[in-house]
C-alpha cells in the first residue's frame, strides 16, 4: 500500500520537478518563463499523439523507452521517503539500484542506434562512456556511507540520525559533492550536457531519442523526469537526519528535492556546457573525491 | 555415481568417431546423440553428488611407478563438470548445422577432437592423483591444439594455434614444478589437503598454481595466447574453450586452494586485485576490437577475472575467519562459472551463427541483422544482457553476489571493499562494450553485402541457441534456484548467501515482467504507425556507411582516455590536399601484452637459445635418446643422491 502511494508520488511529483529547474532558469535570466506545469502538458500531449516509426527499427527500439520508465520507477522504490524503511529495501539492493540503471542504459542505448542515425549513435557513445566513469562514484560513496552508517542499503544510508554530520561531516561533504555532479552527468545537466540545445552535435541525452515519437517518447521524458527526482531523493536522504515522523520528512525531502531542482537551475544559469574532453575529467574528478571519502572513514 | 561418470567419460570420448567412420549426415547425427547421451549420463552423475553433497572415490592400479588411477567426484568436481557437459552436448547439436561435413573439410577431425577435449576435461576434473591429472590435462591441451587448427589453410589459424601449444606447455610446466612442491611436502602424489607446510613452501605452492592454472584460464598477463586462438576455432569450438576449458584451469586453482585450511590473508588481496585488474585491462582492450569473436574473447578474459576476484574474496574470507565471506565469495565464484559458461556459450555460438551467414568476423562489416536473423538476434542480445551483468539474466546474479561480498567486509573498514568501486568500472565497461556490439552487428542497417545478404541459422544451430538463451534467462530470473547445489560446494551458502538471492528475486522478476508488458504494449500500440527512414536532420540521402561504427562508438575510451599501451593499433593514410586521392584505413588485431612484452624478451631468448641449435636434429632417433639419457641421468641421481646424504 505504502508502496503503491510512494509509486505515485514519484510519479506525479517528477515532472514539477523540470517546472522548477526551468522556472529557476527563467527567473535568473529574467525571463517569465513556460508554467510551472509545463512538463505535465508535454508529456500529456505525447500520449494522446501518434507516431513515426523507422524502417530501420526493430523491437528494440521500443524497449529502450519500456525500460526507460519501468527502471526509475522500481528504483524509487529502494528509497525510503519519509518512512523508517522503503517498500523496496534489503542489504546491498545498491547493487541492484545501480544496476536497474545500467539496465535502463543498456536498453536506450541500444535503442538508439537501432535507428541507425550517425548522431543518435554519437549520443550513445558518449552516454556509454561518461556512465562508465560516474559509476566508481556511486560505488565510493556507497562504502563510504556503508562504514559511516553501518548498514548496506539505500534505507540504512537516508535514514541516518544525525549523528552521521558529527561523526564523518568531511566524508559526507565529499560524497554529496561527487555524487551532485555524477547527477548532473546522469541527467544530461549543464555542465555535462544541455537539455536546451537543439544542436545534435552538443547533446547527448537528447540527440539519443530523436527518432522516438508519440507515446515512446512521453515514456522517455517522464522516466527522465523520474530519474532525476530519484537522484535528488537520495542526494536530500543522504544529507538531511530523519525525525521518523512522516509529517515532518515528507514535507522536509520534497522541500529538499525541489531545493536541489533550484540549485541545479541556479547551475545552469551560472556556467555553459564544458567542452566534450573536459568532461571525462570532471568525471574522473568526481570519482576521484568520492574515493577521498572512503579513505576518509577507513582510517 | 561414478558409474555413471564413467560411462559419461567413455560415450563423449568416443563420440566423434561415428563421424569419422561413416562419411556424411548419418555419421555426424550418430556421433552428436553419443555426445549428448555421455552427457546426460555425466549430468545424472553431477546432479546425484550435488544433491548428497557427498564424495564418491575409486583407486585402481596402475602401472607407471608411483601413479595410481584414482577418481574422486566430489561437489567441488561436480560443479566443474556442469558446463563441461551442457555445452558440450549443446555445441554438438549446433555443431550439426554449423560445421557439417558438407561444408567443412575437418568437420570429422574436429567432432573426433571435440569428444576427446571433453573426456579430457572431465577426467581432469574428476583425477584425483597428479599423475593421471597430468595426463588428462596433456589430453585437453592436445586435443583442444588440434580443435583450433581446425581450419588450418589459414595462416592466422595456424599462428594461434602454435602459440595456444606453447602457451599451454608453459603452464604445464609450472605444473610439474607445483607437483613436485606438493609431493615433497605431502610425500605422495595424491591429490589431497596440504599437511603442514611452511609459508615459503605453501607460497611457491600457491604462485606455482596461479601460473599454471592462470595460463590455463587466462588470467592477465598469461592470457596472451587467448584472443586469438578463441577467435580462430571453429566458433561452437570457441565456445567450448570459453565456457568450459577457462573454468578447467580456474577448478586448478579452486582445488589447490582448497587444499589449505588456513590460507594467509595476502592471498585473498593479491586474488582479488590481479582479477578485477586483469578484468578491467580485458574490458579496455575488448571495447577497441575490431573482430567480433575476439571482443567475446576479451570478455572472457574478464570475466576469468571477476572469478578469481571471487576466490579472493573467498580466500580472504577464510583467512580472516569469516564464515560469510567465505561462502559468499565461494558461491559468487562457482555462480559465475556457470552463468558465464551459458552466456558466453550462447554468445559464441550467436557469433558462429553471424559469421557462417555472412562470412565475416569484422564488426564494422555487419549491422541490421536483428531483421535478417530474428533468433540469432534475439538471443545473442540476451547474452549480451547476461554478458554485461544485467538484472533479468544471470550474469547479474553471480556478479551482484561478488558486489555483495566486497559490500559486507566495507563496514569492517577493510581495504578488501574498494574492490566494488573497481568491479562497478568493469562492469560499466562491459555495457559500453556489448552495447558496441550489440548495436553494430545486430541493430541498425547492414554496413555491406555480407550482411545484406544474411540468412536466418540452421535450426540445428537455432535450437541450441534457445536452449542456451532459455537457461541464461531461467538463471536470472530465478536467481535463487541454485541454492540446494550451492550448498553442497560452499558450505555456508544456506545462512549467507541465500538471504541475498531471495531478495534480489522480486527487483529482477518484477523489472522483467513489467518492460516486457510495456514492450508488447508499445509493439501493439505502434503496429499501424506510419513507418519512415530514421530522421537524418533532413539530410538527403542517408547510407548506412553514415551509421555509428563499433570503432567510433568506442573510440571515447579506447583510443582517448586509455594509456597507449592499450589503444588498437590503427594504420591509414588520410586524404589530404584540395583533390584527395586514396585514403585507406585499417585496424590491426592487437594484443598489448604479448606484442609488447613477451615477443621481445622471447626474441632475446631465442637469439641466446640459437647456440644449442645443434641439438636439434629433426631425427626421430636423437630425440629418443635424448629421452633415454635424461631417464638415465635421472635413475642416477635418484640412486645417487641418498647415497650422498649417507656419506655426510
Known amino acids: 500500500m505504502r508502496g503503491l502511494a510512494q509509486l505515485l508520488l514519484v510519479l506525479v511529483a517528477s515532472p514539477l520537478l523540470l517546472g522548477v529547474i526551468n522556472r529557476t532558469k527563467a527567473i535568473m535570466a529574467g525571463r517569465r518563463g513556460q508554467p510551472l506545469f509545463q512538463a505535465y502538458w508535454d508529456i500529456a500531449k505525447l500520449f494522446r499523439k501518434g507516431s513515426v516509426i523507422s524502417l530501420t527499427t526493430t523491437w528494440i527500439f521500443l524497449l529502450g523507452p519500456a525500460v526507460a520508465i519501468v527502471v526509475p520507477l522500481l528504483a524509487s522504490l529502494m528509497l525510503p521517503l519519509a518512512a523508517p524503511r522503503a517498500p523496496i529495501a534489503f542489504t546491498g539492493d545498491v547493487i541492484v539500484f545501480v544496476y536497474l540503471f545500467a539496465l535502463s542504459r543498456f536498453c536506450t542505448t541500444a535503442a538508439a542506434l537501432d535507428t541507425g542515425s550517425a548522431f543518435e549513435g554519437m549520443g550513445a557513445a558518449r552516454e556509454l562512456t561518461f556512465a562508465a566513469l560516474a559509476e566508481p562514484a556511486l560505488f565510493f560513496g556507497f562504502l563510504a556511507l556503508a562504514r559511516v552508517s553501518g548498514g548496506i542499503s539505500l534505507t540504512s544510508f537516508m535514514t541516518m540520525d544525525g549523528s552521521h554530520w558529527r561523526s564523518a561531516s568531511a566524508a559526507l561533504v565529499l560524497v554529496i559533492a561527487s555524487w551532485f555532479l555524477v547527477l548532473l552527468a546522469e541527467n544530461s545537466r549543464v555542465p555535462f550536457d544541455d537539455p536546451n540545445t537543439h544542436l545534435e552535435l552538443t547533446m547527448i541525452h537528447e540527440v539519443m531519442v530523436l527518432d522516438h515519437s508519440g507515446p515512446a517518447f512521453g515514456f522517455i521524458l517522464w522516466g527522465a523526469a523520474m530519474k532525476l527526482f530519484v537522484y535528488c531523493a537520495l542526494i536530500v536522504g543522504v544529507i538531511l537526519p530523519t525525525s521518523g515522523s512522516p509529517l515532518v520528512d515528507l514535507p522536509a525531502i520534497l522541500g529538499g528535492v525541489l531545493l536541489v531542482g533550484v540549485v541545479i537551475g541556479l547551475v545552469e544559469s551560472g556556467m555553459a556546457r564544458l567542452r566534450l574532453v573536459r568532461v571525462p575529467q570532471l568525471l574522473v574528478t568526481a570519482s576521484l573525491v568520492a574515493g577521498f571519502a572512503v579513505v576518509l572513514v577507513l582510517r | ?648
Not at chain 2, 556424411?24 to 552423475?45: C, D, F, M, Q, Y
Not at chain 2, 607437483?179 to 606455482?208: D, Q, Y
Not at chain 2, 586485485?273 to 576490437?289: H, K, S
Not at chain 2, 509493439?523 to 553514415?546: F, I
Open chain 2, 1 to 648: 555415481m561414478l558409474a555413471f561418470l564413467l560411462v559419461a567419460l567413455a560415450l563423449t570420448a568416443i563420440s566423434g568417431f561415428p563421424a569419422l567412420i561413416f562419411r556424411g549426415r548419418k555419421g555426424e547425427v550418430v556421433s552428436a546423440a553419443i555426445a549428448v547421451a555421455g552427457a546426460a549420463s555425466g549430468l545424472t552423475a553431477v546432479v546425484s553428488t550435488l544433491r548428497s553433497g557427498a564424495s564418491h572415490t575409486a583407486t585402481a592400479q596402475w602401472q607407471l611407478p608411483n601413479a595410481a588411477l584414482a577418481l574422486r567426484l566430489d561437489p567441488l568436481a561436480a560443479a566443474f563438470l556442469v558446463p563441461i557437459f551442457i555445452l558440450g552436448a549443446a555445441a554438438s547439436i549446433y555443431a550439426l548445422g554449423y560445421w557439417p561435413a558438407s561444408e567443412q573439410r575437418s568437420a570429422p577431425r574436429v567432432r573426433v577432437f571435440l569428444g576427446i577435449l571433453l573426456a579430457g576435461m572431465a577426467a581432469v576434473v574428476v583425477a584425483a592423483h597428479a599423475i593421471l591429472f597430468l595426463f588428462a590435462w596433456e589430453t585437453m591441451a592436445l586435443a583442444s591444439f588440434f580443435l583450433i587448427a581446425a581450419d588450418d589453410r589459414d595462416g592466422e589459424v595456424r599462428e594461434a594455434a602454435w602459440i595456444y601449444l606453447i602457451a599451454t606447455h608453459i603452464g604445464t610446466l609450472g605444473l610439474f614444478a607445483m607437483f613436485v612442491v606438493l609431493r615433497l611436502l605431502n610425500g605422495t602424489f595424491a591429490l589431497g589437503p596440504v599437511a603442514e607446510a611452511g609459508a615459503i613452501a605453501s607460497t611457491a605452492l600457491f604462485l606455482l598454481a596461479i601460473f599454471g592454472f592462470g595460463l590455463k584460464a587466462g588470467i592477465v598477463p598469461l592470457h596472451f595466447w587467448l584472443p586469438g586462438a578463441h577467435a580462430n576455432a571453429p566458433s561452437h569450438v570457441s565456445a567450448i574453450l570459453s565456457g568450459a576449458m577457462l573454468k578447467v584451469g580456474i577448478y586448478g586453482l579452486a582445488r589447490t586452494l582448497s587444499w589449505f585450511d588456513a590460507p594467509p590473508g595476502w592471498w585473498g588481496g593479491f586474488l582479488v586485485a590481479v582479477g578485477l585488474l586483469g578484468a578491467l585491462a580485458a574490458m579496455l582492450l575488448a571495447i577497441g576490437e575490431a573482430d567480433m569473436k575476439r571482443a567475446l574473447a576479451w570478455s572472457s578474459i574478464e570475466n576469468v577475472g571477476i572469478i578469481i576476484a571471487a576466490l579472493g574474496v573467498a580466500t580472504f574470507g577464510r583467512a580472516t575467519g569469516s564464515a560469510a565471506l567465505a561462502a559468499i565469495g565461494l558461491a559468487a565464484a562457482i555462480l559465475h562459472v556457470w552463468n558465464h559458461s551459458l552466456f558466453k556459450g550462447l554468445l559464441f555460438f550467436g557469433a558462429g551463427s553471424v559469421l557462417h551467414a555472412t562470412g565475416t568476423r569484422r564488426v564494422d562489416l555487419l549491422g541490421g541483422l536483428l531483421q535478417r536473423m530474428p533468433v540469432t538476434g534475439a538471443t545473442f542480445i540476451v547474452g549480451a544482457i547476461a554478458a554485461s551483468a544485467l538484472p533479468g539474466a544471470n550474469g547479474f546474479v553471480s556478479e551482484a553476489l561478488l558486489y555483495y561480498g566486497f559490500f559486507v567486509v566495507a563496514p569492517t573498514g577493510s581495504m578488501l571493499g574498494l574492490g566494488a568501486a573497481l568491479l562497478a568500472l568493469v562492469g560499466a565497461l562491459a555495457v559500453v562494450s556489448f552495447v558496441r556490439l550489440t548495436g553494430t552487428i545486430m541493430l541498425g542497417s547492414a554496413r555491406s553485402t555480407h550482411a545484406s545478404h544474411a540468412h536466418e541459422a540452421e535450426p540445428s544451430m537455432r535450437f541450441a541457441l534457445g536452449f542456451l538463451s532459455a537457461l541464461v534467462l531461467l538463471a536470472g530470473l530465478f536467481p535463487a534456484a541454485p541454492v540446494s547445489p550451492l550448498s553442497a560446494i560452499a558450505p555456508g551458502t544456506r545462512e549467507h548467501v541465500a538471504p541475498f538471492l531471495d531478495v534480489i528475486t522480486l527487483p529482477v522478476q518484477i523489472t522483467a515482467v513489467s518492460s516486457a508488458l510495456l514492450l508488447l504494449a508499445l509493439v501493439a500500440a505502434t503496429k499501424r504507425s506510419p513507418r519512415h527512414v530514421t530522421w537524418d536532420c533532413g539530410y538527403a540521402a542517408p547510407t548506412a556507411r553514415m551509421q555509428y561504427s563499433a570503432r567510433s562508438l568506442g573510440e571515447w575510451i579506447s583510443e582517448r582516455l586509455v594509456p597507449r599501451f592499450f589503444r588498437p593499433k590503427v594504420r591509414g593514410t588520410i586524404p589530404a590536399g584540395s583533390f584527395p586521392t586514396s585514403a585507406s584505413f585499417a585496424v590491426e588485431t592487437h594484443e598489448p601484452f604479448g606484442e609488447s612484452i613477451y615477443k621481445p624478451a622471447a626474441a632475446t631468448w631465442a637469439r641466446r637459445a640459437m647456440r644449442f641449435r645443434w641439438l636439434q636434429q629433426g631425427h626421430l632417433p636423437s630425440y629418443l635418446l635424448y629421452i633415454f639419457l635424461t631417464l638415465v641421468a635421472g635413475i642416477c641421481w635418484a640412486v645417487v643422491y641418498p647415497l650422498l646424504g649417507e656419506l655426510q
